[in-house]
């Protein structure tokens, strides 16, 4: 059972990536074929092969019904895998084929575009943990894009490394879904994070960043379980697994509010990082967001 079903993963892996090939980025799925593949598997009885009978010109011709098309799936978007080490990368892209064929969640495997499992070098020094997807991750199948992202990736470029270089993912691999609503996102409930994040935890093991940094309150309480605010937790060294991680605001917050003061704290956050991965500091650096 299980070799067959390796064997038709690949086939099927080989064929979405042969149509990705051709530029087809997107195709259509039903949700109830997502709904059944989280059922569990049973096992079908096969009937013996029924007796050859002699046919005669006075029966009736037997009609074959025309093959049912098969419903074509959603071609995941897989993200390149940067390290030195090829065994490595070959571990980390079995995880990552698990991941964009998972459908543990089901209402969030029909509602999603794209599992969006995690972007940068597996061998990063620093790894950046936030919540769930949005609308545009959702839709590029790469975490931190939209308008946060973009401000993440400034906040990594002040310090002088660059998104390539870290590791960027999230406690939920798929965007929580929103039934009724054409814009907006949720908060992932503790059954969703319960279910998703031994992927996040994979990960975090064969990635080992001397760092971790969780951005908000979703991310400190997947990985700590802890559901204390963000605001008294940030600044805070705590550790996850022996590995030193530092809870800091989230970027949309800082998109919400854009006082000096908040981007300062967060800022002071990324300055005890660069020191506890013993990175050069400069004095700009040191006096960024602080007033004239």
Known sequence: MAATYNEL??????????????????VAVAPETLRAFALPVKTIAIPPPVP??????SMPATRIAAPVKPQAVIAPVRLPIASSSPEKAAVFAELQARALACVKCPHLASSRKNVVFGVGSIDAQLMFVGEAPGADEDAQGEPFVGAAGQLLTKIISATGLSRAGVYIANILKCRPDTPGQSYGNRKPTPEEMTTCIPYLHEQIDLIRPKVIVALGAIAVEGLLGKTVGITKLRGNWQTYRDTPLMPTFHPSYLLRNQAMSEKRKVWEDMLSVMEKLEMPVSEKQRNFFLKA
């Open 52 to 57: 050859k009978t002699e046919t005669t010109n």
């Open 9 to 26: 993963l690949d086939a099927t892996i080989q064929h979405l990536e042969g149509l990705k090939a051709h530029g087809v980025r997107h």
